[in-house]
C-alpha cells in the first residue's frame, strides 16, 4: 500500500495524493488513515507542498463523494424503493423511515458523517438519493472532508517518521465503526425473522 502511494505522489506530486483520497472514497478499503499521514510526512521532507496537500486531498474527498451522489442521485428514490420491495428482510417502510430521518438530520449527518470511517464513502448515496442540494452537498462535503484531511495531514506532518502511528490508533477505531455496523445488521436480520415467525403463528391460529 504504502509503495503504491509513495510512487503516485512521486509521479504526480500532491494531485496524486488527492487523486488516493478520491479512489478511497469511492472504495473505502483504502485507507485514507494511510493516505492522509503519509501525505503529511512526505510535505515534511520538503517533497511537497503542505496547503497543496491539503487542498489537492480535500478536492479529491469531494470529487470522490460527488461521483456517489451522482450514483444515489441516478438510482433515486422509486428504483430504491422497488429494490427495497425485492429484498426478502427489508420493508419500504424502512426506507420511508430513513428518507424522513435524513430530512431531518441530512446536513449534520453528511457534515460529520465526513469524520467517520467507512460511513464517510456511505453517507452521500442517500444524499443523491435524496436529492439534497447541490452546492448544500458540496460545501457541508468539503467543510467536514478539510477538517477531517487537515487533522490527519498535520498528525503525518507533526509525527514525522513516526506517521503510521496514527494509523495503528485510528485504524482500531475503524474496526470498531465496522463492528457496530456489522452487529446493526444482524440485530436488524434477528428482528425480521422475529416478525416473520410471529406473523406465521399468527395467521395459523
Sequence with gaps: MTDWLVGLMESLGAPGAGLAIALENIFPPLPSEVILPLSGFTASRGELGLVEVLVCTTLGSVLGALALYGVGAALGRERTLALAAKLPLVKTSDIEKTEAWFGRHGRKTVFFGRMIPVFRSLISIPAGVERMPLPTFTA???????????????????????????????????????????????????????????????SGR
Design 140 to 202: 457541508l462535503t468539503t467543510a467536514g472532508s478539510l477538517i477531517w484531511n487537515t487533522i490527519f495531514v498535520m498528525a503525518g506532518y507533526l509525527l514525522g517518521e513516526q506517521w503510521s502511528v496514527v494509523e495503528t490508533y485510528v485504524g482500531a477505531g475503524s474496526y470498531v465503526v465496522i463492528g457496530l455496523v456489522v452487529l446493526a445488521i444482524v440485530v436488524f436480520i434477528g428482528v425480521r425473522l422475529a416478525e416473520r415467525r410471529k406473523g406465521r403463528h399468527a
